[in-house]
């Protein structure tokens, strides 16, 4: 199936720990997104690369740094966890160019830090 | 920055129409979306409208937008249980697509029978 998955779906883990989450998209996008989605369901984009290069940077905590290996897959990494960690990171992607940029959303990723 | 407004819960019955209204700020936003999240789901684009039209019509779904007071608005005719959702509304950030989208806080859809 053409998609943009995640993996895991959930991650549990302690505070001050160091994480990745992983995505790939098989749609043959130029773009990649991370947003992050908090208990009260508001989305906010933290990262976009484009042709393996960082188009924003949102004002993220630089313990966030995103991946690209390839054009496929864009991973995210967090050091040192924290409690506010705690959300449902989404990955997206889309065309570049087009005539829409709509973009494609991966199933979620649900972080919890205890 | 853009900045994305809509109200937080719209309950309709069974049957009747949904309307959800969006404003956004930033004018230069070439596309506008609608993204449906069902409980425990991810986020499935449902439609979207280029910024030079003002109505956009796909089976139940409408959308009309007015570009000259910056509000949006996504119509749902009969709107069945099935629709129970969050829909969130969305604008390009000034980079266009690549500097990603900035979403509303989402409307929560009760459906009532």
């Known amino acids: 199936d053409t998609a943009v998955s995640q993996t895991p779906k959930y991650l549990v883990t302690q505070m001050g720990n160091d994480k990745s989450i992983k995505c790939e998209q098989n749609?043959?996008?130029?773009?990649m997104y991370w947003y992050k989605q908090d208990s009260k369901k508001f989305l906010k984009i933290m990262f976009s690369?484009?042709?393996?290069?960082?188009?924003i940077n949102e004002t993220v905590p630089n313990r966030f740094s995103p991946k690209s290996p390839d054009k496929a897959h864009l991973n995210l990494h967090i050091n040192s966890l924290e409690l506010g960690d705690s959300a449902v990171y989404f990955c997206?992607?889309?065309?570049?160019?087009?005539?829409?940029?709509?973009?494609?959303f991966g199933p979620g990723t649900r972080l919890t830090v205890t | 920055g853009e900045d994305v407004e809509q109200s937080l819960f719209l309950s309709v019955r069974e049957g009747d129409s949904s309307v959800i209204n969006c404003t956004y700020t930033?004018?230069?936003?070439?596309?506008l979306y609608w993204y449906k999240q069902e409980p425990g789901a991810g986020l499935q684009l449902l439609t979207y409208?280029?910024?030079?039209?003002d109505m956009k019509q796909d089976q139940r779904l409408t959308v009309l937008l007015n570009k000259k007071d910056k509000h949006l608005s996504l119509r749902i005719a009969d709107t069945q249980t099935g629709d129970s959702a969050i829909y969130f509304c969305?604008?390009?950030?000034?980079?266009?697509?690549?500097?990603?989208?900035?979403f509303g806080k989402g409307t929560h859809l009760i459906i009532q029978p």
């Open positions: 997206a992607s889309s065309q570049m160019p087009s005539g829409s940029y709509e973009q494609y």
């Open positions: 749609l043959g996008h130029d773009t």
């Open positions: 690369y484009n042709n393996k290069e960082l188009i």
């Open positions: 930033d004018s230069s936003s070439t596309y």
């Open positions: 409208i280029f910024s030079n039209m």
């Open positions: 969305a604008a390009e950030n000034s980079g266009g697509g690549a500097d990603g989208l900035t």
